[in-house]
Structures are given as structure tokens and as C-alpha cells.
């Protein structure tokens, strides 16, 4: 595997996408799941700790998801 690439030899990605995307998937994926829960809030710190990402960058692209209504904040 070479160093800046994090697949192994010989596999090529399907799709690329940036780290904002990436966040943004993953983060409606678990809001998706945990809707079933009456509606319950879930918080930025309680979805970066799960993504491992920064709440600060997580913030930013829920914020940006918010502005397109995909999420409510």
C-alpha cells in the first residue's frame, strides 16, 4: 500500500468524496437510524465521538445540511 493511498494495491475506489462529505453521509445515516426515537435530539459531540471526527468540522457540515433542510437544528 502506498503511503498516501489508504486502499490496498489493486483496489480503486468507487467514488471520492471530500472529508465534509464523507461526515455528512455517515452523520444523516445515524440520524436516519436513531429517528425512531420519538424524535429525540442528538447531539454533535454524541456523533463525532462516534465518527471519530472533530465536533467543531461536524458542526459545520450539520450546519450546512441544516441551511438545505436535509436536518433540523
Same mark, same amino acid.
Given at each position: 500500500?502506498?503511503?498516501?493511498?489508504?486502499?490496498?494495491?489493486?483496489?480503486?475506489?468507487? *467514488?471520492?468524496?471530500?472529508?465534509? #462529505?464523507? &461526515? $455528512?453521509?455517515?452523520?444523516?445515516?445515524?440520524?436516519? /437510524?436513531?429517528?425512531?426515537?420519538?424524535?429525540?435530539?442528538?447531539?454533535?459531540?454524541?456523533?463525532?465521538? *462516534?465518527?471519530?471526527?472533530?465536533? #467543531?468540522? &461536524? $458542526?459545520?457540515?450539520?450546519?450546512?445540511?441544516?441551511? /438545505?433542510?436535509?436536518?433540523?437544528?
Amino acid at each position: 500500500m502506498k503511503q498516501h493511498d489508504r486502499h490496498p494495491e489493486g483496489v480503486n475506489p468507487m *467514488l471520492r468524496i471530500s472529508e465534509a #462529505s464523507n &461526515l $455528512a453521509v455517515h452523520a444523516l445515516a445515524y440520524l436516519a /437510524r436513531e429517528q425512531d426515537d420519538d424524535r429525540r435530539h442528538v447531539s454533535v459531540a454524541e456523533i463525532s465521538q *462516534l465518527l471519530g471526527c472533530s465536533p #467543531s468540522h &461536524l $458542526a459545520k457540515v450539520l450546519s450546512n445540511l441544516a441551511h /438545505r433542510r436535509f436536518v433540523t437544528s
